[in-house]
């Protein structure tokens, strides 16, 4: 292949020495098919499939296969490419586009987006079209679902209160994204010939797809986070004027290292022989087999998305790639809405069920430093990534070594400690209590298992099984004692993770706000820099009660005398607790004796 292909670059008149073909190429980015064919052509650009043309004119059945000329083209644009003095196509032939603002970088671009449904992509999709509004297309990865086609589940994204804001401002905008049926899981993500053709000018790839539970079983995990990288990395390679890949990943992938540097780790495990095994085992063999397998990592997604890092980092020399990985994310603080949040993962679980009354004990160090995220900063972040990667070269390391890294976290001095962040949520739930709380907002924190336990029982599942006996016998259906069972497993699976003081790295990352000008910030209001107060407690805790609890944000006379009443019968049932322990104590004592 390389004789070939050496002999069809010395037909073109480009100068070829052995060792630059053999040598590994460096990070290319192509703007068009039509470049090379024109290269390889003069009349090419007279024809308007030019990449049929041209594998037509190399081999005359070429035209039986549309993809395979497709392939051959994109193949061959990255090769001449690599032999340019090995440097970055826009850069060398371009001088302007290093001073490109961010917003001129957007325009006309083709973005395929995976992972739309989820709270990272909701948010960035409804970033992309109110403040980036000129993009050419935007394709979004869904599967049919609960007897919905994907044009009709993009139809109820769209519908979402957080993109009314997009389509006052940018109505255009929605007329240019369309769904794309696909499933992570399947091979090729299960997209249809037809659909590959549509998104074949594709030249910016966010990669958000995942699924993120923690007890997920090891088959699926890997299917979705680790093969399903894989198979979109393989439809990049099909793209010509792809320009940048950014692969979504969780600052915890590397979660046996306490520091977290922005950097690729090696792992032990191989990524092929990882996906080899789910395909050929059952689950229940597969899950039997994790605990031996997943070397120190404590859930299948941290390994699957480890792996799922190895991947892009293996491509580094075929495609513009990039990694940029997620910290604890939380609600967002100013965009779409300010306090938006559409699920219960992570930390926010734990901070509703204290919100509420409905926790009261957490098996959570109060010194542990939570390194959470907003979710409007890390979609900031993530539209600056891709626009670092392309027209900020030197900004990058721009080595073979290793693929890109940027961590989306905090740094160690805007770092919190879970009493610090518990005591300003408690300052917001005394003025703004819930409608639905059926306790006082507190709880203890402790790395006690057993006090952890204890209190658990006597605060949380008494008090549990109390309600369910009243639901009882107002004949509906319990759900407490139900709820108090989850709570205490997210309580266990999340535990490695707030509960380890972590050392991270995210200079990089920091340094994508220095790439954008000042007027750029302020009027796309691209904000990197968060560290939580009271103002963002306030925020986060009325989010929750708008976007979770569905119940008006200010709190109603009734629901603040609730809140007294539940704080006096709170400390009043404490007190008498510690007053039966005293007795039971001084009971026993002379019977010891």
Not at 42 to 48: F, N, Q, R, T
Not at 267 to 278: E, F, G, N, V
Not at 423 to 441: D, G, L, M, Q, Y
Not at 473 to 486: A, C, G, I
Request: hydrophobic share 40%; aromatic share 10%.
């Amino acid at each position: 292949l390389l004789k070939v292909l050496k002999k069809l670059l010395q037909f073109c008149g480009i100068e070829t020495e052995s060792s630059s073909l053999t040598r590994t190429p460096q990070r290319l980015r192509s703007t068009a098919t039509l470049h090379l064919a024109i290269a390889l052509h003069p009349e090419a650009s007279l024809y308007p499939d030019a990449a049929l043309h041209l594998a037509t004119a190399l081999h005359p059945e070429a035209s039986l296969y549309p993809d395979a000329a497709l392939h051959l083209t994109a193949a061959l644009y990255r090769a001449k490419m690599s032999l340019i003095k090995g440097v970055n196509y826009f850069t060398a032939n371009d001088e302007n586009f290093k001073k490109m603002s961010i917003t001129d970088f957007y325009n006309n671009q083709e973005i395929f987006i995976t992972g739309g449904s989820g709270f990272i992509g909701k948010a960035l999709i409804e970033k992309l079209l109110r403040s980036f509004p000129n993009f050419n297309k935007m394709f979004i990865l869904l599967r049919p679902k609960n007897g919905k086609s994907v044009d009709e589940r993009l139809q109820e994204l769209l519908d979402n209160i957080i993109f009314q804001r997009a389509r006052d401002e940018q109505p255009e905008s929605f007329k240019k994204i369309h769904a794309i049926a696909g499933d992570c899981k399947e091979l090729g993500l299960g997209i249809s010939s037809d659909d590959l053709r549509r998104i074949k000018n594709v030249t910016i790839i966010f990669h958000s797809a995942a699924n993120v539970r923690f007890d997920n079983p090891f088959k699926e995990s890997v299917f979705v986070n680790l093969r399903g990288t894989h198979e979109i990395i393989k439809i990049a390679e099909t793209m010509p004027k792809l320009i940048a890949f950014v692969q979504v990943s969780t600052l915890y992938a590397n979660v046996d290292q306490i520091h977290i540097k922005e950097q690729m780790r090696s792992s032990d495990c191989d990524w092929r022989t990882t996906i080899k095994l789910a395909e050929t085992l059952d689950g229940k063999t597969l899950d039997i087999l994790f605990k031996k397998y997943s070397s120190d990592h404590p859930n299948t997604y941290t390994l699957a998305k480890s792996l799922g890092e190895q991947i892009v980092n293996d491509y580094r020399n075929k495609l513009p790639v990039i990694i940029y990985r997620v910290a604890q994310m939380v609600n967002s603080v100013e965009e779409p809405l300010p306090g938006w949040i559409d699920n219960m993962n992570g930390p926010a679980a734990l901070f509703l069920s204290g919100f509420i009354g409905v926790g009261q004990s957490f098996y959570i160090g109060p010194y542990a430093k939570l390194n959470m995220i907003p979710c409007d900063v890390t979609v900031h972040g993530l539209i600056i990534s891709a626009y670092a990667l392309v027209t900020k070269p030197n900004f990058l390391n721009n080595s073979n070594e290793s693929v890109d890294v940027l961590n989306n976290c905090l740094s160690s001095e805007n770092l919190m400690s879970q009493e610090e962040i518990t005591h300003r949520c408690h300052e917001v739930a005394k003025e703004n209590p819930s409608e639905k709380a059926i306790w006082f907002t507190g709880g203890t924190h402790t790395t006690c298992w057993i006090r952890f336990f204890i209190h658990f029982m006597l605060t949380q599942f008494l008090l549990a099984n109390l309600l369910d006996c009243i639901l009882r016998l107002r004949k509906e259906k319990p759900f407490f004692v139900k709820l108090q069972r989850r709570i205490y497993s997210a309580n266990m699976i999340v535990q490695k993770f707030i509960n380890t003081n972590w050392i991270t790295d995210n200079d990089k990352y920091e340094s994508l706000s220095t790439l954008i000008t000042e007027e750029d910030k302020n009027k796309l209001n691209l904000q990197l820099d968060y560290k939580f107060s009271k103002r963002h407690a306030r925020v986060f805790l009325e989010g929750y009660k708008k976007f979770i609890l569905k119940e008006p944000v200010k709190a109603s006379k009734q629901a603040i005398l609730r809140f007294k009443i539940f704080y006096f019968l709170h400390y009043f049932l404490m007190s008498v607790m510690v007053l039966c322990l005293l007795w039971f104590i001084k009971k026993l004592i002379p019977l010891s004796v």
